[in-house]
């Protein structure tokens, strides 16, 4: 079969073989872990499930293929089938951050940032990027 990370992980709880740990408490060590790892995913996909529906608000609000939205969110999931190319957001280190939406077959940007902006202060990132008109 294929690698397993996750199953390796949780092997590693079993004793070696001239160790004196007890079995079933190793397993009730490993069952804890893999039950922390679970309940981590399920509330990484339910909190995806929740940006989306702010997202997809901000995307209705959004013009020219721009995209506001009012904090970071994992926007990825809900825009990359959608005709936005940028998305905005304030960023959790102080002040703005813009990407570029991927398209969802090639993974590449639907409209990449021009090269001459690169290095720019973000103030002046921000203002081209508002500045310019997808026809």
Known sequence: GEQNSLCDAIGFFNPVWDSKE??????????AVAKQILENQIESANAVNRADEKVQQAYKNSRDGIVVL????????????????????????????????TDH????????F?????????????????ERRIR
């Open 22 to 31: 007890d079995q079933d408490a190793c397993f009730f060590k490993a069952v």
């Open 105 to 112: 077959k090639t993974k590449k940007p639907k409209l990449p």
């Open 70 to 101: 009012p904090c970071y969110l994992p926007w990825k999931n809900g825009l990359y089938k959608t005709d936005a190319l940028f998305v905005i957001y304030p960023s959790q280190r102080g002040g703005w951050s813009a990407q570029c939406v």
């Open 114 to 130: 021009p090269q001459s902006w690169a290095g720019q202060p973000q103030d002046q990132q921000l203002k081209r990027l508002q």
